[in-house]
């Protein structure tokens, strides 16, 4: 599509794709709620837990999710705020379905990590910042839940600054919390904006006193209270630390905005500072080094798949970042994985498992698109050229089993719902050629495999059970066969490969991965595939491989 590059730069600034990240039950799927509330996407928020109403999180859309009230895959939404395109991905936040979330970060521009006022930093935030940190993308980070009994301000972001190594920034700060909890203080405008009601379905406008006006403050406001929150704020000028753009672009500070999702309070002034310091969509580095999202040649990347997302059609969905250019159906691209060129349908947009078609897509824009079964996620799509986007690693699994059901005529429709459950990164896959057909089912958490079950199911008809085995740890290696052979003689070591053709040695214990460096110390051995497969993240061993 030949697009005048002015209206083009214009569309591509418009766009703000982001991921949401946090530990569990930090509200993270409430918050989503809440901002598609606000972008008029949906009339009224539902709670995860809403079981008894019937009404689910509109970002939960599988059925094992409404069933538990948790997020288990990343949800894709797409909607508009103000002159603003918003692509929001909400991830799921147990750790047993981060594999889903490092790939999701991959995808997105900027990250919002969510903070539990009463509880703080929490261990699966500390890993997802970790990944946002290595990506150098800036993080917002905002402090839920101030309508409960909180703790100090102060002593949550030296928290953050202390566990998590980033210097923090508040653009606003709270007056009190629980039930004294009377509202938010924009540091900006030197406003109070009041909390008013405790509405946790549609919002309640807050009303917004400028602090000049004390005696207005005063009849909605203790005066304790309102001191308190003033003197702190007097604290926080007189440091005279400023707001560095710049730092916070490369993901060296964090800006800090409080407030409670469940409530919808302080919600839309987050939305509105969020768009306007977010960066529009950012370039990416590929084996022909940085690609622009101004270059008017289409390409992106695949970072999820999705299978039967329409049960009535059992249709796959790849989930594509556009880098570059317009996105336009019937246009051809090269994967260059596969060395051939595919059509590409038209894009839809998403709305959890919601979708409209689209007549284009703009770079920063994350659609799906229809796959016949040849994507793989990581594969580049480029519309000229045979350059790779760096790619998406797999970590190192936990939890092994062997899958068996009791029909042998459902066996066919077994493996196709493995082959296709292992495609979108569900599961693990991986085969032992020396003692059976039967593949090695691995998940990096045991969650992971209740879902497969569930799926395999509900989805392919397909009654099995698992059968555990007993090992703990998978170490990828690029040794050559030789060496492998000589590993296979010295030690007692399973020997598998993965879908990609590397090799995987698996270990029941601790002893025997030392047995295994002290008896063939000439392999090495890696926590992912990211050091070994062209098309994968190049900084990400540096987390996963220590």
């Known amino acids: 599509m030949t697009m005048d590059k002015k209206n083009l730069t214009q569309e591509i600034q418009r766009r703000r794709t982001f991921a949401i990240i946090s530990h569990p039950d930090a509200g993270k799927t409430t918050l989503t709620e809440k901002l598609l509330l606000l972008g008029g996407a949906i009339r009224l928020a539902g709670s995860v837990k809403a079981k008894k109403s019937k009404k689910f999180a509109t970002s939960d859309w599988m059925e094992l999710e409404k069933q538990r009230g948790i997020s288990v895959s990343t949800s894709v939404m797409n909607f508009e705020y103000g002159n603003y395109v918003c692509n929001l991905l909400d991830t799921p936040g147990h750790q047993d379905f981060s594999e889903d979330t490092y790939r999701t970060l991959a995808a997105a521009d900027a990250a919002i990590m969510l903070i539990d006022a009463a509880k703080g930093v929490e261990p699966q935030t500390i890993k997802l910042f970790e990944v946002c940190k290595l990506r150098g993308i800036p ?47 924009e540091r900006e405008t030197n406003c109070l904006h009041h909390f008013v009601g405790r509405n ?103 970072f999820k798949i999705q299978a039967n997302m329409d049960p009535k ?138 879902v497969l079950l569930f799926r395999l199911k509900n989805e392919y008809g397909v009654d099995c059970s698992l059968d555990s085995l007993s090992y703990k740890y998978a170490r990828w290696s690029n040794a050559n066969p030789e060496d492998i052979e000589e590993a296979r003689l010295k030690t007692d070591t399973t020997v598998v490969k993965d879908a990609n053709g590397l090799h995987v040695f698996l270990f029941k214990n601790d002893f025997s991965i030392s047995y295994f460096q002290e008896n063939v110390p000439k392999i090495q051995l890696f926590n992912s595939n990211a050091s070994l497969h062209k098309n994968m993240m190049q900084l990400s061993h540096i987390l996963f491989d220590e």
Not at 146 to 163: A, C, G, K, T
Not at 283 to 291: F, H
Not at 355 to 366: E, M, P
């Open 139 to 185: 993080i917002f980070t905002f402090v839920n839940k101030l309508d409960r009994e909180s703790r100090d301000p102060f002593d949550l972001m030296n928290e953050i600054e202390q566990v998590l190594g980033i210097p923090t920034y508040p653009m606003n700060w709270p007056v009190s919390s629980g039930v004294r909890f009377c509202g938010i203080i």
């Open 313 to 450: 059609h059992r249709d796959r969905i790849a989930f594509l970042r556009i880098v570059s250019g317009v996105y336009e159906p019937g246009m051809n691209v090269t994967v260059p994985r596969l060395g051939k060129e595919i059509r590409l349908t038209p894009p839809q947009q998403f709305f959890a498992q919601d979708r409209t078609t689209l007549s284009c897509a703009y770079a920063g824009d994350v659609i799906g698109i229809y796959d016949p079964g040849v994507f793989a996620i990581g594969d580049s799509l480029v519309e000229k050229g045979g350059f790779e986007f760096e790619g998406i690693p797999s970590f190192a699994p936990e939890y092994f089993a062997t899958v068996k059901t009791t029909s042998a005529l459902k066996r066919k429709q077994l493996l196709k719902g493995l082959m296709q459950l292992c495609q979108e990164g569900t599961i693990q896959m991986f085969f032992d050629e020396n003692r059976s057909t039967e593949p090695i089912l691995a998940a990096v958490g045991v969650l992971q495999f209740d």
């Open 200 to 302: 946790t379905t549609t919002e309640v406008a807050a009303q917004v006193i400028p602090l000049s006006n004390k005696d207005e403050i005063l009849a909605r406001v203790p005066q304790d209270l309102l001191n308190e929150a003033i003197d702190s704020l007097d604290m926080l000028n007189a440091a005279g630390d400023a707001f560095d753009r710049n730092r916070f672009l490369k993901g060296q500070i964090s800006p800090v905005f409080f407030g409670a999702a469940m409530t919808n309070f302080g919600v839309r002034l987050f939305l509105d500072k969020f768009l306007e310091m977010s960066p529009s969509p950012s370039p990416k580095g590929s084996s022909q080094g940085t690609i622009e999202p101004i270059q008017q040649v289409f390409s992106g990347f695949i």
